[in-house]
């Protein structure tokens, strides 16, 4: 298996461009996250998804943020419009759940809001 | 929510010594106990976990402890390598949901 697949890989935008990431979870997951990581806040839980449902989405920080998973094999998370302290490495997750919390992370997007 | 910390937040050994990180977390009702390694450029991957109905785990070099009276577990890695040179993250989780612990710099000097 190829593993989480997340792209762009990096990101560079204005500030108030939108920015949308990708997120292919590993085929047979039915847990899917997106997390953010930065060195002031650390790992954030932005939203969890289980079978495509939206369970969880406390940890969005702003309505410019949402996200979407319209099947079991993408996801996108959306930022709309891009503010500079949105720079961040934002991570997507899958885990079988059904079975094991284990959670597979995929490389990272690294976005950057200039 | 829950409160997770983790400590040390720098730890630095010779090759070959031992390395223990501890975390603590608030939440009694916390089922599920695993320990993230995240090198450079990487997403964090899951080393070693342990469930609530059990006391320790090894896995070769690697082990988890767990206290829940006390609600802290922690992560022991012996013979260190300077390979296992990462930063460790604990993430008490209820179920499959974890909230991740600020990490630990775990620095193995050849």
């Known amino acids: 298996d190829a593993g989480v697949i997340q792209s762009p890989r990096h990101e560079v935008t204005e500030m108030g461009q939108e920015v949308t990431l990708r997120c292919k979870p590993i085929?047979?997951?039915?847990?899917l996250f997106w997390y953010r990581q930065t060195m002031m806040r650390g790992l954030e839980l932005l939203i969890y998804?289980?079978?495509?449902?939206?369970?969880?989405d406390s940890g969005m920080p702003e309505d410019r943020f949402s996200a979407k998973m319209p099947n079991a094999s993408f996801s996108t998370l959306k930022i709309q419009p891009s503010e500079p302290r949105d720079s961040a490495v934002y991570f997507c997750?899958?885990?079988?759940?059904?079975?094991?919390?284990?959670?597979?992370f995929g490389p990272g997007t690294r976005l950057t809001v200039t | 929510g829950e409160n997770v910390e983790q400590h040390p937040s720098t730890l630095s050994v010779q090759e070959g010594d031992s390395a223990v990180i501890k975390c603590t977390y608030s939440?009694?009702?916390?089922?599920?106990f695993p320990w993230y390694k995240q090198e450079l450029g990487k997403g964090p991957q899951l080393i070693i976990d342990i469930r609530s109905n059990v006391g320790e785990k090894k896995d070769q070099r690697i082990a988890v402890t767990l206290n829940k009276t006390a609600k802290h577990f922690s992560l022991h890695i012996t013979e260190t390598q300077p390979e296992d040179s990462a930063v460790y993250f604990c993430a008490p989780s209820l179920s499959y949901i974890p909230t991740f612990g600020r990490g630990t710099s775990l620095i193995v000097h050849p």
């Open positions: 939440d009694s009702a916390s089922n599920y």
């Open positions: 997750a899958s885990s079988p759940a059904s079975h094991t919390y284990e959670q597979y």
């Open positions: 085929s047979g997951h039915n847990s």
């Open positions: 998804f289980n079978n495509n449902v939206p369970i969880d």
